[in-house]
Structures are given as C-alpha cells and as structure tokens.
C-alpha cells in the first residue's frame, strides 16, 4: 500500500505519518513510498489507541517542558509592553529575532506580518515559550479596571453568607467566525439572530436567558470575527462558564486558539462543542485530533478531563446533551454561583448605544441584587439615570432583573463604556453636563512626532460603543512607518453637520459602520467634497 493511501485512511499528513510511525514502534524510513499489507493492516487496526497514546506521551512532554521552563523563571529576563504592540517591537524590546518570534507565533496558530500588532495575552503565551516573562504596563486604564474588578468581588464577599442564593450560571460561547456559535443559541432558544446580521457574522454583543428542568441558563454571545478580540474578552469577564465551538468540518482555526487563550486567562471551566456534525465532510475524530495537538485539549473519552460534545445547531443533534453537561458543570462550580438577590443592584454593561427614539440606552448583566424599574444607577459616583423600563432579550418589558439577568435599561443620561459596573446608587449630578455634552470618544493622535509619516486623518461613526472599540482597534494595526492613521474622533449616531464641517477643516475621511446618512447630509458631503465610506460589515 502507498504511503499517501495509507495516510488519507488515517486523515494525516504522509510527511506526519513518515514522522510518527517510528515512535509508534513501525520501522518505516523517511523516504518510503510503499508498506507491505499486513503492517499497513495493522496500523489501521491499532492506530486509535496508538496515536492516543502518543498524544498523551506528547501532553506529558509539553506539561514538563513548562515546568521546567517555570522552574527556571527566576533567570528569565522581563519586559513590559502596553496592551497591544507591533511585533516589530516587540522583538526589539525583547532582544528575540523577529523570525523566531513569527515562528512561535505560527505554532500558535496566529499569523501576522512584522509591522501588525499582538495583543498582550498572545505576547504572554509567546514570550513563557520563548523564556521570556511578559508585564503589562501600567496604566491608569488597567488599574481602573482592576478596581472594578476587585470591587464587584468585595461587595459579593462581604454580603451576609445567610442571604446569598445560588444564581443561574452565565455561559460565554466563544470560538471561530461561522462556526456556528449564534445559530448554536438560535437553536437553543428557537430565534434567527444570524438571519439579521450583515454577512451572517455577529456584529454585537448579545445576551439571553433560558430555563431548563426549571433552572435559568444566562448565555452571552460574544462575535466570533477577528475584529471584535476586545469584546470577546470582555465577554469572556463576566461569564462563569465557557462553551469552546469547533466546527468538525474546519477543525481548530486561528480564532479558535485565540479564542482558547482568553478562556485559558479568564481561568474559566470550559465545554467544548464540536458542532456540524450533520456537514458530510465532518470527522469529530479528527476534530479531537487538532484539538490535542494544537491546545493540549484531551477529550475525556481519550483520558482526558476535557468534556467534548458533537452537536448540529443546524438540525438540533446533540444540544439536550450540551445543556446537560452545563447544568452539570454549573452544579460543580456551584459555590462560586452565589448572589445576594435582595440587596441594590450593580452589574456589568455589555452593550451601550444610542438609540433614536430611546436615547441612551445600556445592555447589563446584572451580577448582584435585583434592578428595578425606578431604581437610580451611578459608575464612579456620578448619576447616569434612572431605570424608567427594562427590556428582556425578547424586546418585552419587565419590572426587574435578578442576578445573571441581561436586561436592556432605558433612562440613562449618558451612554456608559462597556465594561462599567454600574450601581444603585445616587451618585454626583453636577458631573452629567459635562459627560452629556461629550458624546463622542477623542482619540490623541499617534502621530505628533511623526512628521515624515503621511498621516491619514479618519472620522469613525458607529451604532454601538463595541463596534467603535473594535473599528479603531483594527485601524490603529494598520500603522506603518511610512503612513500613520490618525482618528479624529470617534463618535455614536448618524453623520452629522458638525462631522462633515470638522472632515473639511481637517481634510479627513468619515467612515460609517451601520448608520445612515439623511439627504440633507447627503448633498451637504457633496458641496464639500467629503469623502464617505459606510459599511454594514468588517471583514
């Protein structure tokens, strides 16, 4: 039998296989082309156990190899890096060739080229591969965020433990663009997300509520593009439980290891979902193949402790299955699943935008307490405003929010930054003027002392604050030495006068994603020879 026949048998590369047999105890050269019939009988026979066997022997390798290297951690060198930084730079600051690290970065499933920018948690998985330790930089941005997040934990550690109540458990679906993660919640709560959104991609942050056997399930769906890394990390913050989807027709893709790496630092209990099942091309086996070698991930029926589900969002295989191993691992976190539903409300935002008829309005994942219509919400002790409705997922009005209920608040003053935890409160009104005026995020320019740069001025127009972060996040990647973008301004709503009149003095391009122009603003972009881009999708 050939080699390459052999190896389309076992869906493995022939070079993999010529590299593999040997360790499995086959005595086949490198250069072989052909293998008698018994031994490639055999193989066939044995290969399961044999390659499961390996990949555990590799896994064991792999956990003591970074055993070693964190033994060895007092002799590394250090770095610190800002939240995002080019590779270029990185490799500079870290004395590491740019090749070695593009290498590692290719192990890990992420390609770039020298001049784009690595998020801070992919710096950290490259630099411990690399004997390198990797700090964030402080700034008054992370330390604000870790303030909110020690703060939310001490209000729940100081509640009296006699009035806490186990609270439903909130899943975070993350993993690969359409692979198949919101037509997994559309199939879980009989709705078509996917059917509205511009490409059939998630453009926003969604959360929802279902019951099971009589118990709540709180899901968030966070975008699966490569676009929207901030939000699926943000998403990643609130949830208790992950659920990693993995097409079985694609296997384990750059998002899914990016994916991965934020449960892996949310230091989140993880299912994982092989979904498509149902595609003719699927192979759960292979799936579970990528899945050891690429993320160390062992499915439990391997030896593993990882709980591995094969579904079909499309035609409902496998989901009842799916909910029970998430009741079943909600049930194993149960002691850190605890609120107190009687006291004031404060929770997480997760959406905000500016709605046209509704004004500001705010997505929130209530995570302590109960919200109530009436009730007043400050962050950082200013007064945002106060609740006159809340809206479940379905769009029907509710009177209150319990804990790990999303609810969308109307009411508010000011449109709050995603990732405020906003309180009951009453909070300093004589601050709002000046936060209402201000809508809009300045962005200092990153080009003051550019001067041979051809700068790029842009002004960013967007429905939701999400999508703004992740617009500027993407356009700030695309910096070169030669050519700097510079963003103006980036502000919620439709283009405005002021927008196209400030475009003109500045000679900049206005780009708009998901909002609309009226004719008056039409003709006006016209007399002024603005240049306008709108767009309904980021590819």
């Not at 047999?21 to 005595?27: E, I, S, T, W």
């Amino acid at each position: 039998m050939n080699i390459t026949e052999l190896a389309r048998i076992l869906r493995i590369h022939p070079q993999e296989l010529r590299n593999l047999l040997p360790q499995l105890g086959f005595n086949i050269g490198q250069k072989a082309i052909k293998i008698d019939n018994n031994t490639a009988r055999k193989i066939v026979r044995e290969w399961p156990g044999l390659y499961r066997n390996w990949l555990q022997q590799k896994a064991a390798e792999e956990a003591l190899r970074r055993s070693e290297q964190l033994q060895n951690k007092e002799n590394r060198r250090s770095i610190t890096i800002p939240n995002f930084i080019a590779v270029r730079d990185f490799s500079s600051l870290s004395q590491i060739p740019v090749n070695k690290i593009l290498a590692e970065l290719m192990r890990n499933g992420i390609f770039v080229s020298i001049n784009q920018k690595i998020d801070f948690d992919t710096a950290v998985i490259v630099g411990a591969d690399l004997g390198l330790d990797v700090v964030l930089e402080e700034n008054k941005e992370t330390i604000s965020e870790e303030k909110e997040e020690n703060k939310l934990k001490k209000i729940i550690e100081q509640e009296n433990q006699d009035t806490l109540q186990i609270r439903p458990p909130i899943i975070v679906i993350m993993g690969h663009v359409d692979h198949g993660k919101t037509k997994l919640l559309d199939s879980i709560r009989n709705t078509d997300v996917v059917a509205g959104e511009a490409g059939g991609i998630t453009q926003h942050i969604g959360a929802y509520q279902i019951e099971r056997h009589g118990r709540k399930i709180s899901f968030i769906d966070t975008p699966g593009h490569e676009a929207f890394t901030a939000m699926r990390s943000r998403g990643a913050k609130v949830a208790d439980i992950a659920i990693l989807v993995v097409a079985a027709d694609d296997g384990v893709k750059p998002q899914t290891v990016e994916a991965f790496r934020i449960i892996e630092a949310a230091k989140l209990p993880f299912i994982v979902a092989i979904n498509k099942i149902d595609k003719s091309d699927a192979d759960v086996d292979r799936t579970k193949q990528e899945l050891s070698a690429k993320l160390n991930i062992i499915p439990e029926d391997w030896g593993g402790k990882a709980t591995c589900v094969p579904i079909s969002a499309h035609t409902g295989q496998g989901i009842d299955t799916l909910l029970e191993m998430v009741l079943l691992k909600s049930d194993t976190e149960a002691e850190s699943l605890k609120a107190n539903p009687k006291s004031e409300a404060l929770g997480t935002v997760i959406e905000s935008r500016i709605d046209k008829g509704a004004g500001p309005v705010a997505t929130i994942l209530v995570q302590n307490g109960t919200l109530k219509i009436g009730d007043q919400l400050c962050f950082n002790g200013i007064f945002y405003g106060k609740v006159r409705a809340l809206k479940n997922y379905k769009g029907e009005d509710v009177n209150k929010a319990e804990p790990s209920c999303p609810v969308k608040i109307i009411g508010l003053k000011v449109c709050p930054e995603i990732g405020d935890i906003l309180e009951v409160g009453e909070g300093e009104k004589i601050k709002l003027r000046k936060k209402e005026v201000s809508q809009h995020i300045e962005v200092k320019s990153m080009v003051e002392n550019e001067e041979n740069a051809i700068k790029i001025n842009l002004i960013v127009k967007s429905d939701f604050l999400g999508s703004a972060e992740a617009i500027e996040e993407s356009l700030m990647k695309l910096n070169t030495e030669k050519i700097k973008v510079n963003i103006i301004s980036n502000s919620l709503g439709n283009i405005t006068e002021s927008d196209v009149k400030r475009a003109e003095d500045s000679q900049a391009h206005i780009l708009g994603f998901h909002i609309k122009t009226t004719p008056v603003i039409e003709n006006l972009i016209r007399e002024k020879k603005v240049k306008v881009k709108l767009f309904s999708i980021i590819y």
